[in-house]
């Protein structure tokens, strides 16, 4: 059985001293014999050396917290796990028994470490204890053992936990009308707005309050007074000109405009913000009350936005056609149907022949009087080109740009020189972009011998007038020609086409201020040349035909001779010759004034694609 620690420890420095004692007269005795003194020194350090490490060893393999070792002042040193456990649940009671008492402002409560739960973190304070005795390495665990021998302590501050809810209901007991301050948010529903008023609230210190307690729940001799302070939260009025802004909405009609295009019309939002304070004045806390939404609905919403955006007629044009000529007639209503309804928005082009599409029978064209090879023929689509030019004229007169256009070879009648378009397709097209900042409409009716395009938009206050001003520079006349014509007889002239004079025009663009009426600018818009429509007359070639007498024969008697019928013959045409005059400036004496008989006014020039003029 070994010797109890602490005496052998003893012995052993007793020995060592009277050694010493020893050592140190031998060595004054003679020099020889220090060198053993140090050798035995030597010899009795590594003994108490190695009894100290012993020692350690013993303390660290065992199952024992090191003697010392503390958790909030219980010793639990020289124990093991279960029963250190065992010692801290027994001061985990006694913090169930520690009294508190909350003074708010001269008012009190008691309350005991059981009211709030008050417990020790027992299982992490063991671990940490065990693991302060058994763990790191040599000379860590070697210091740690040789101070708790010699008298070395460790304690360790272990976490004590509360129930903050139940210390919250503690604290709001004793603050008579405590709670939170309470501010409302405005809630819309529908046209309403529901708005009720707020309440001033008691704010404890709640967080000041557990801190206290859990600095004075160690101190188990003792009741402690726990001071309670709070703050008073005022609530905040509904800013009723916020939420005004808040749900306002200024009404607003549809509209148009080049860079967002087509806008929704919005319904307009407002209350009425005087009566809504005077009402919240009267209201207490926590009362509620209903604000009306007012909802304007707007007057021009996109169904009806056409009407606004087309309300005023910028311009209109007509000229006449003969209603009489009914494949003529019929061209000209498909053209005006073709353009009819036409919307335009800003910076958008027109194309007459995109908006007409082929001139064919299937798109329901007829044949009727064009000019081809400077006569007049039937060709498919003849006419259109009335409504190309009466479109024309309500452009210029709207002041919109006019991007492709090209005059008949031929003056066509129906509008002054100058101021006519020609279209053919595939060859020739009439062309213009809408320059305004809103879009435009086309309108165009055909009936009862008059073609009407109007343009329609909104107009500007500084909308210019527009006047077109039209002037005939020189005029040339036409010839006449006459055609054999073998269907007709000898001696016969009929004037197959009307003629018609020829001209060098000009047309000018004038703008006036709309509200001075001073002119602006005077721009020319074209110089054109029309060439003379020749006068056509046929002369009929055709021999009169005659009955050739046939000679006498004796009478034979009792003979019946049936009459013998002489053959027709056709007369062999002659070579046309055409009787030509010379174009001058001043009319033929024959034909001073050339009268327009015959086909009817209103030719177009070129339908065919393939003529070259």
Same mark, same amino acid.
């Given at each position: ?14 020995? +060592? ?20 003194? +140090?050798?035995? &020194?030597?010899?009795i350090i590594l003994i108490i050396l190695g009894a100290l490490v012993g020692l350690a060893m013993a303390k660290t393999n065992n ?30 009671? #006694?913090? =169930? ?23 020790? *973190? ?12 058994? %763990? ?6 070697? =210091? ?21 809810? =139940? ?28 708005? #009720?008023?707020?309440? *001033? ?6 967080d000041e309050v557990k801190e206290q307690i859990r600095s004075d729940i160690t101190e188990l001799t003792s009741v402690s007074e ?5 703050? &008073? ?33 919005? =319904? ?32 021009? /919403? ?7 955006? +087309? ?42 022949? *995109? ?22 023929? *039937? ?9 190309? %030019? ?15 256009? /090209?005059?008949?070879?031929?003056? @066509? ?25 809103? @879009?435009?409409?086309?309108?165009? %009716? ?31 006349? @036409? ?25 060098? %025009?000009?047309?000018?663009? &004038?703008?006036?201020?709309?509200? /001075? ?54 007369? #062999? ?8 005059? @010379? ?17 009817? #006014? ?12």
């Amino acid at each position: 059985m070994l010797p109890n620690r602490h005496n052998y420890v003893t012995i052993t420095y007793e020995i +060592f001293i009277e050694r010493g004692r020893n050592m140190s007269k031998v060595m004054r005795s003679n020099k020889a014999e220090k060198k053993l003194t +140090f050798v035995v &020194i030597l010899l009795i350090i590594l003994i108490i050396l190695g009894a100290l490490v012993g020692l350690a060893m013993a303390k660290t393999n065992n199952d024992k917290i090191l003697k010392g070792t503390s958790v909030n002042g219980i010793d639990i040193g020289d124990m093991n796990k279960e029963e250190a456990t065992k010692a801290l649940e027994d001061y985990s009671d #006694t913090l =169930s028994n520690k009294e508190f008492v909350l003074n708010y402002e001269g008012s009190k409560l008691a309350f005991t470490g059981k009211d709030i739960d008050a417990k020790v *973190d027992i299982n992490s304070s063991v671990d940490q204890a065990y693991e302060y005795s058994k %763990s790191g390495d040599f000379f860590t665990l070697f =210091s740690r053992a040789i101070g708790s021998t010699f008298g070395g302590t460790n304690n360790i501050e272990a976490a004590i936990s509360l129930n903050g809810e =139940s210390i919250n209901e503690l604290v709001n007991k004793i603050i008579a009308g405590s709670g939170d301050m309470a501010n409302y948010e405005p809630e819309i529903k529908d046209d309403t707005i529901i708005v #009720t008023k707020g309440h *001033d609230g008691i704010a404890p210190r709640y967080d000041e309050v557990k801190e206290q307690i859990r600095s004075d729940i160690t101190e188990l001799t003792s009741v402690s007074e726990i001071r309670v302070f709070a703050d &008073i939260s005022k609530s905040v009025d509904v800013d009723l000109d916020a939420l005004y802004k808040k749900v306002y909405v200024e009404k607003k009609d549809a509209s148009y405009s080049k860079e967002a295009g087509y806008v929704d019309a919005v =319904s307009g939002v407002s209350f009425d913000l005087k009566k809504a304070k005077e009402d919240y004045a009267k209201l207490k806390d926590d009362e509620s009350m209903t604000i009306k939404l007012k909802i304007e609905e707007p007057a021009v /919403t996109l169904e009806n936005l056409e009407s606004v955006l +087309f309300k005023d007629k910028l311009a209109t044009y007509s000229t006449q056609y003969n209603a009489a000529n009914l494949n003529r007639s019929n061209n000209l209503q498909l053209a005006g149907k073709s353009i009819n309804d036409y919307i335009l928005k800003p910076d958008e082009e027109f194309s007459y022949n *995109d908006a007409l599409g082929e001139r064919t029978v299937k798109n329901g064209y007829k044949e009727a009087h064009v000019y081809s090879g400077g006569e007049v023929v *039937d060709g498919l689509g003849g006419g259109i080109c009335q409504i190309s %030019s009466t479109l024309y004229n309500a452009v210029l007169l709207s002041n919109l740009e006019v991007t492709d256009r /090209t005059n008949h070879m031929f003056w @066509p009648e129906y509008v002054k020189p100058s101021l006519d378009a020609t279209v053919a397709w595939g060859a020739i097209d009439f062309k213009f972009k809408n320059n305004r900042e809103t @879009p435009i409409k086309i309108k165009a %009716s055909v009936s009862g011998g008059t073609a009407t395009v109007s343009i329609y938009g909104l107009k500007q206050d500084d909308d210019p007038i527009v006047e077109i001003e039209q002037k005939t520079l020189t005029t040339s006349y @036409p010839k006449t020609i006459e055609r054999p014509d073998n269907t007709m007889l000898e001696g016969t002239k009929v004037t197959s086409q009307t003629p018609v004079n020829g001209y060098t %025009s000009e047309a000018y663009k &004038i703008l006036k201020d709309p509200k /001075t009426k001073e002119q602006i600018s005077r721009t020319l818009i074209s110089k054109d040349t029309y060439k003379p429509t020749d006068k056509i007359v046929k002369v009929g070639t055709k021999k009169v035909e005659t009955t050739p007498v046939e000679p006498e024969e004796p009478v034979v008697p009792e003979v019946t001779e049936t009459p013998v019928t002489p053959e027709e013959t056709t007369p #062999t045409p002659t070579t046309p010759v055409e009787v030509e005059q @010379p174009t001058t400036t001043t009319p033929p004496a024959e034909e001073k004034k050339p009268e327009n008989t015959g086909w009817p #006014t209103g030719w177009d020039t070129p339908e065919n694609p393939d003529y070259k003029g």
